[in-house]
């Protein structure tokens, strides 16, 4: 037996992008280029401009598979609807931490609506 070298919160988070894939597969060509990074920086999940997906491994274990699957099409979706790189152009590079949270749930909301 071969010892996988994926971490736990790879495999979750592949299999979570295989589900989302099957339930929006339009969006297949968004998960190719978002590229995993884990961190304790988010809460969650995020995405930034250059379309990496942050990832907290804690976060990420106390989900099933589905729920992983939910919060990647969130992600996904603000990627579709350029929200990082909005938020550049509105609040530009030294917004302060509360400009990025209240910039952050209008966007939410607006994923929240879809």
Known sequence: MTESILSDVQKLVTNGKIQARRLMPYLCHVFSIMRLTETRRVDTMAVDKYNRLYVNPEFCNSLSTGHCAYVLLHEVLHIVLDHPKRFLKM????????????????????????
């Open 91 to 114: 609040m530009g590079p030294d917004a302060t931490e509360k400009q990025h949270y209240i910039c952050n749930i209008a966007a939410d909301l607006c994923v929240q609506q879809l």
